[in-house]
């Protein structure tokens, strides 16, 4: 098949979920013998990754325009430049999935969570999103979701059902320490938080939590987020030495970080599966997370819930298990990842789902 990725930044990744997402599916799609385009906003010094066609275009750099005007462009190219199908990424391009199906190419579309309910977002955009939730029904071939409770929430708020295909995760811990090195951090010597820095992923509150511990182990936060710079300001500011803050870290340096953490803190509230939750439990880290619908049902019975009245005491209750009972969360989490969370089968599942949409071809 020829098969079109529009809606995320662009690969290889650099950003969050999405971008992660294109990468895996897009590279494996090419190895099973597909022909793969994914449309880009960030600039890769080669046509092409791993296989993958990458199309660059233009966009506004704008919090508000950003994401939509770029694939806005990449479906007026994708007009002229015909594939077997296209899976678009965010619900927010809901309003551009007609146009493919229009030209006879039918169209999947990734709705992700509720986008909405992010407090990085003025009113307008809040409305937008809720509009794109509706568009979402129609407007597309078919909805996909990555958790059951998005798919839930989609049949009980607009009667539309979707299909649900998780997230993956790769498994296992690697090796090598370059980058725990370079931060000043030991293997199993710290905590370690992965998301955007966004008021909704708590970062700021998650810090303050860490602070009132009394341990040598440090507290790693790694993310960045774009037209966040006051709140990412509000994160930095304090004199507490054992707290690292890099930046983001991708690649090879964030698999190390992953791999080798004391514990793994997942404080987001919004949004559907999370790439962080999933990726840490399959390098077997120790995970405590915001006991949301959607974390639970990502982390089970193999990771610890909190919520914000009792954070600190959960974080003082990881310090004093024993190494055994931390050990045996820690193959329990990287057992679940494994089962539920394989980019093969994941994989599998958009294949079935792009040949159903084009007859089989």
């Known amino acids: 098949m020829r098969i079109a990725l529009l809606g995320t930044r662009g690969i290889p990744a ?3 979920g999405f971008e992660t997402f294109a990468e895996e599916l897009s590279v494996r799609l090419v190895e099973r013998g597909h022909q793969v385009t994914v449309y880009c906003r960030e600039r890769h010094s080669a046509p092409q990754y791993r296989g993958v066609k ?8 704008h919090k508000y325009f950003d994401t939509l005007g770029h694939t806005c462009l990449s479906t007026l ?13 965010n619900g927010a391009n809901a309003i551009f999935t007609w146009l493919p199906r229009v030209a006879r190419m039918p169209v999947a579309l990734n709705v992700d969570g509720i986008e909405r309910k992010r407090k990085k977002w003025n009113r307008l955009a809040k409305a937008w999103y809720y509009f794109s939730e509706w568009l979402a029904t129609f407007c597309p071939s078919v909805i996909v979701t990555d958790a059951l409770t998005i798919q839930e929430y989609y049949l009980r708020q607009w009667g539309q059902g979707s299909l649900f295909i998780s997230y993956g995760a790769e498994l296992g811990k690697v090796g090598g320490t370059a980058i725990l090195e370079k931060l000043g951090l030991a293997p199993e010597s710290y905590f370690l ?13 998650v810090r303050q939590a860490f ?17 966040a710079e006051e709140y990412i300001r509000c994160i930095r500011d304090t004199g507490d030495p054992r707290i690292v803050m890099p930046g983001a870290i991708y690649g090879e340096g964030y698999r190390q970080l992953q791999s080798h953490s004391f514990a793994y803190i997942h404080a987001t509230e919004v949004g559907g599966t999370h790439p962080a939750l999933i990726e840490a439990m399959g390098r077997g880290a120790l995970v405590l997370y915001r006991d949301t619908p959607e974390n639970a049902e990502v982390a089970g019975d193999a990771g610890i819930p909190f919520d914000w009245t009792d954070l600190n005491a959960k974080l003082e209750g990881v310090l004093a298990m024993t190494e055994e009972a931390r050990e045996t969360l820690r193959q329990r989490a990287m057992e679940r990842a494994r089962t539920r969370y394989s980019w ?11 040949a159903g949409l084009t007859g089989g071809k």
């Open 54 to 61: 990458l199309q660059y275009l233009p966009t506004i750099r």
């Open 77 to 89: 190219h994708l007009m002229t430049h015909r594939v077997d199908a296209a899976l678009y990424c």
């Open 211 to 227: 602070e009132k511990l009394a341990t040598p182990l440090k507290l790693a936060l790694i993310g960045d987020a774009p037209y």
């Open 14 to 16: 650099n950003y969050g």
């Open 193 to 205: 938080y992965v998301s955007r820095l966004e008021p909704e992923n708590h970062p700021l509150e």
């Open 344 to 354: 093969d089968a994941v994989t599998a599942e958009y294949e079935r789902l792009l």
